[in-house]
């Protein structure tokens, strides 16, 4: 069975400090990883996506990569409007479908001024 | 552009009834999948529709069923309603063969 756990729960910055998030899987053939930003009431928004090791994504103060086993987050020089919760998320390889996102808990980032 | 809308936004039921939620796709998007989102979790995959019919399913009770229609819109039906079906109930689209969701949302049940 598909896993992913996200590490810290919970991360408060302060603006400008930098810091990352942390996402282990467990999958049996990786078909891609995803990180989507969660504001609250609100549905999951994408941000990359992350198809094998080695592999880096930026969009301006954020970073992925992706390791075999996990995935970091990096958030440069942080602002409030950085303040959501993060969510990771894979899919199998061996699934017949493309949407079936494993989800982890997600990681709640405040920045704080 | 038009993105993904749902419907009810909010709603409350008792245990036992049954509760039909609605999607609107993005356009040009013929893939629509649905997930249920409890309170600090992340989101749990029910079922994905492409074009009208079931592709690949959650570990979810048949009694959480669903429908694609022509236009690519949908709705997920669930019967007889338990209290831990509370929760916020998320449609995203896409095109075909790929994990990038673009998510509505939200409808938040709340079953008493």
């Known amino acids: 069975e598909d896993q992913v756990t996200q590490s810290p729960e919970a991360l408060r910055l302060q603006e400008g400090e930098s810091s990352s998030l942390n996402c282990s899987y467990t999958?049996?053939?990786?078909?891609?990883l995803f990180w989507y930003r969660q504001d609250p009431g609100k549905g999951p928004e994408f941000l990359f996506t992350?198809?094998?090791a080695g592999e880096e994504k930026e969009k301006e103060r954020l970073k992925a990569t992706l390791t075999k086993k996990e995935s970091f987050l990096h958030i440069t020089a942080p602002k409030p409007e950085d303040s959501a919760t993060y969510l990771c998320?894979?899919?199998?390889?061996?699934?017949?479908?493309?949407?079936?996102?494993?989800f982890g808990q997600g990681t709640i980032l405040t920045v704080h001024p | 552009e038009t993105g993904v809308t749902q419907s009810p936004t909010h709603l409350i039921k008792t245990r036992g009834q049954q509760v039909t939620l609605r999607c609107s796709s993005q356009?040009?998007?013929?893939?629509v999948s649905w997930y249920q989102q409890a309170l600090g979790q992340g989101p749990q995959f029910i079922f994905q529709?492409?074009?009208?019919?079931?592709?690949g399913r959650g570990n979810f009770p048949p009694r959480f069923s669903g429908l694609q229609f022509p236009n690519y819109s949908s709705e997920l039906n669930v019967n007889a309603l338990e209290l831990d079906d509370s929760a916020l109930y998320l449609c995203?689209?896409?095109?075909?063969?790929?994990?990038?969701?673009?998510f509505g949302e939200g409808s938040r049940l709340t079953v008493l």
């Open positions: 995203a689209s896409s095109l075909p063969r790929t994990g990038e969701l673009f």
């Open positions: 999958v049996s053939g990786l078909r891609g």
């Open positions: 992350l198809y094998s």
């Open positions: 998320a894979v899919v199998n390889a061996g699934g017949t479908s493309y949407g079936k996102l494993t």
């Open positions: 356009s040009g998007h013929n893939t």
């Open positions: 529709y492409y074009r009208e019919e079931e592709n």
